[in-house]
């Protein structure tokens, strides 16, 4: 049995998960976040396939992990943390049905943070660019394959660990634009919106 939850559910627990974590305590002067780091993540992500009239598309939803790698740098004046961010995951999104499949197999974003750092704490918000990998299927026939370039938006919040070590989580959206793409004589048209809950550590330098 698959769980499914809607942009507005998955946007409210991220707001909630991030005041519960971020708390109501103010430091001064700030923890210091600047400088480059890298790190590791893993989560849930849930995709919702779109439907075209007037050719074989796949449609429905799915559910599954995801995992991969981020590397970024922060730069800091006194509270503001501004930051900047690209990131690698795997994915395993499938949607399709009467042998029309539509896969997406990674994912990689590119994007801008602006934070505020409250004691040892650093909640954020996120945007810019996503690149994501997807193969149309039609069965018997043949496939395509493209990289398809969309946006990704969301939010978080970084915690500093013990020495240059911090944890984190994150919400973050994103979108796969729809195509055509005519495989055979079958048009298929592709497209998503994904919504993932991340968790990752990383190391600062």
Same mark, same amino acid.
């Given at each position: 049995?698959?769980?499914?939850?809607?942009?507005?559910?998955?946007?409210?627990?991220?707001?909630?998960?991030?005041?519960?974590?971020?708390?109501?305590?103010?430091?001064?002067?700030?923890?210091?976040?600047?400088?480059?780091?890298? =790190? !590791?993540? %893993?989560?849930?992500?849930?995709?919702?396939?779109? $439907?075209?009239? *007037? @050719?074989? #598309?796949?449609?429905?939803?799915?559910?599954?992990?995801?995992?991969?790698?981020?590397?970024?740098?922060?730069?800091?004046?006194?509270?503001?943390?501004?930051?900047?961010?690209?990131?690698?995951?795997?994915?395993?999104?499938?949607?399709?049905?009467?042998?029309?499949?539509?896969?997406?197999?990674?994912?990689?974003?590119?994007?801008?943070?602006?934070?505020?750092?409250?004691?040892?704490?650093?909640?954020?918000?996120? =945007? !810019?660019? %996503?690149?994501?990998?997807?193969?149309?299927?039609? $069965?018997?026939? *043949? @496939?395509? #394959?493209?990289?398809?370039?969309?946006?990704?938006?969301?939010?978080?919040?970084?915690?500093?660990?013990?020495?240059?070590?911090?944890?984190?989580?994150?919400?973050?959206?994103?979108?796969?634009?729809?195509?055509?793409?005519?495989?055979?004589?079958?048009?298929?048209?592709?497209?998503?919106?994904?919504?993932?809950?991340?968790?990752?550590?990383?190391?600062?330098?």
């Amino acid at each position: 049995m698959k769980i499914t939850f809607s942009f507005k559910q998955l946007l409210c627990v991220s707001i909630a998960m991030s005041c519960f974590i971020a708390g109501p305590v103010l430091a001064d002067p700030p923890s210091d976040w600047s400088g480059p780091y890298v =790190g !590791g993540f %893993a989560g849930g992500n849930w995709s919702d396939f779109g $439907s075209h009239p *007037g @050719s074989a #598309e796949p449609s429905g939803t799915d559910a599954g992990f995801l995992g991969g790698g981020d590397i970024g740098n922060n730069w800091q004046f006194n509270h503001l943390v501004l930051g900047a961010e690209g990131d690698f995951s795997k994915l395993d999104n499938n949607g399709g049905s009467n042998g029309i499949k539509f896969t997406e197999d990674w994912q990689s974003t590119l994007r801008g943070r602006v934070g505020y750092s409250i004691d040892r704490l650093l909640p954020y918000v996120t =945007g !810019g660019l %996503a690149m994501t990998d997807t193969v149309a299927k039609v $069965s018997g026939v *043949g @496939s395509e #394959e493209n990289v398809k370039p969309g946006y990704a938006l969301g939010g978080g919040v970084d915690a500093m660990l013990a020495g240059n070590w911090f944890a984190r989580v994150e919400y973050l959206h994103t979108d796969v634009p729809s195509d055509t793409s005519t495989i055979g004589n079958t048009p298929v048209s592709g497209g998503s919106g994904n919504d993932a809950i991340r968790v990752g550590v990383n190391y600062r330098f």
